[in-house]
């Protein structure tokens, strides 16, 4: 079974820009959570989605939103970007239901670079 | 608000050598599990544990859940080179709208 796909792997954008990553998750997972990564933060939850609904929310601005397909395939955007959101953005799909629900199947991750 | 505590932050040591890591947590969880992340890459799931009290063995990686489902430890028998990485723990809290909740991690490095 084919692991989550995130494209691009690696971006680098100038401050004010937007950005659009995808995330195409495990076959079979329907839920897709992302994540920013950054050395001092750790891993930061921004939000997850399940059925084209997002469930659950981060907390980020509204700069950051995301959407989900009925294919489960993912994108998030990044809008008016800054400095500070130079980071590693993963992708984690899983299933739904019972303990399983919380086992995250990552993406190698998008890297971000601002200027 | 909850939180997980991982420690040590940072450890470097030998080839050879045992080593535990710890994650704690004043609250309880519903599950919890251990991944491990390469640099430049996403953290790879390595155990789930669930019922207080659970031991989970991984070849070399002993995964033990505490009683009380509020801490966990991660002890590695013999620790190899390949064994490098940021090691991370996550808590799922069945009433908290299904968040996870993630600890800082623990950097290892297994020097030759």
């Known amino acids: 079974k084919a692991g989550v796909t995130q494209t691009p792997r690696y971006l680098i954008k100038t401050r004010g820009q937007q950005v659009t990553l995808s995330c195409s998750p495990i076959?079979?997972?329907?839920?897709v959570s992302w994540y920013q990564q950054t050395p001092g933060q750790g891993l930061q939850f921004l939000f997850e989605?399940?059925?084209?609904?997002?469930?659950n929310k981060g907390n980020f601005p509204g700069r950051f939103s995301g959407r989900q397909f009925s294919n489960s395939r993912s994108e998030m955007n990044v809008s008016t970007l800054e400095l500070g959101d130079s980071a590693l953005y993963l992708c984690?799909?899983?299933?739904?239901?019972?303990?399983?629900?919380?086992?995250?199947?990552f993406g190698p991750g998008t890297r971000l670079t601002v200027t | 608000t909850q939180l997980l505590e991982q420690s040590p932050q940072f450890l470097s040591i030998q080839e050879g050598e045992n080593l535990t890591v710890y994650c704690n947590s004043s609250?309880?969880?519903?599950?919890l599990q251990w991944y491990r992340q390469e640099p430049g890459e996403g953290p790879v799931l390595l155990v789930t544990v669930v019922t207080g009290g659970e031991v989970k063995k991984l070849k070399r990686l002993t995964f033990q859940f505490g009683d009380a489902r509020k801490d966990s430890s991660l002890h590695i028998t013999a620790a190899q080179t390949g064994d490098t990485g940021l090691y991370l723990c996550a808590g799922g809290a069945a009433g908290n709208n299904r968040k996870l909740i993630w600890g800082l991690g623990t950097s290892l490095a297994v020097n030759p």
């Open positions: 609250s309880v969880f519903s599950s």
């Open positions: 984690a799909s899983s299933l739904v239901g019972g303990s399983s629900s919380y086992e995250q199947y």
């Open positions: 076959s079979g997972h329907r839920s």
């Open positions: 989605y399940f059925s084209e609904t997002q469930r």
